[in-house]
């Protein structure tokens, strides 16, 4: 971004503050620079174009509604970026095929690191993962949430958080056709 485009850009503060007053220009502005990272999660974690711009939507009208709630103690960014997670979750919650697809088996994760050329189709890979296998995979290996947090989130055991994305990952193997080596930003599990 050059300095004229920074310039012409008003500070991410300043438009929270403004919002924070009813200033719903300032709001417009909030939501068109994070309208587009936002959509992508939801297409992430629920796979329905339709469905994802309606729960974008809805991630910027509860975010509206609890914008007097913004402390600033995070990025306004990561504080919307949590609400809509949070919105998506809720929603796949309440899909049956979703809730069954939880209950498997706890299986041990072995540690995967993620090479240039299996990054080239990997959007689309996830995209065609079962809808719990992708959603955890989402929430650890993109996201960096822990096992801890995910299994709070979607009312499941940690161990099945940790088979879940271990199916994915085996899945997405298959699908890269070869050994994936896809490591989380937290090692740590």
């Not at 009813?22 to 417009?28: C, K, L, P, T």
């Not at 072995?110 to 996830?126: F, M, V």
């Not at 995979?137 to 271990?166: M, P």
Request: charged content about 30%.
């Amino acid at each position: 971004m050059s300095e004229v485009e920074q310039l012409k850009q008003p500070d991410e503060q300043q438009l929270v503050l403004r919002a924070q007053n009813n200033d719903y220009r300032a709001y417009e502005q909030l939501y068109r620079l994070h309208v587009g990272r936002i959509f992508a999660l939801c297409v992430r974690m629920c796979k329905d174009r339709d469905m994802a711009e309606d729960l974008t939507q809805e991630a910027f009208i509860q975010a509206w509604r609890k914008l007097n709630k913004f402390r600033g103690d995070s990025a306004f960014g990561s504080w919307l970026y949590r609400i809509a997670a949070n919105t998506v979750l809720s929603y796949l919650r309440k899909q049956k095929p979703f809730l069954d697809s939880l209950d498997i088996d706890d299986v041990p994760e072995p540690a995967y690191r993620e090479t240039n050329d299996e990054q080239i189709g990997l959007e689309q890979a996830i995209s065609e993962l079962p809808d719990g296998a992708r959603t955890v995979f989402v929430l650890y290996s993109i996201e960096g949430y822990t096992h801890d947090e995910i299994s709070k989130q979607l009312g499941i055991a940690r161990g099945s958080s940790k088979a879940q994305l271990h199916r994915a990952r085996q899945l997405l193997k298959l699908k890269l056709g070869g050994e994936s080596k896809i490591e989380p930003p937290n090692a740590a599990t």
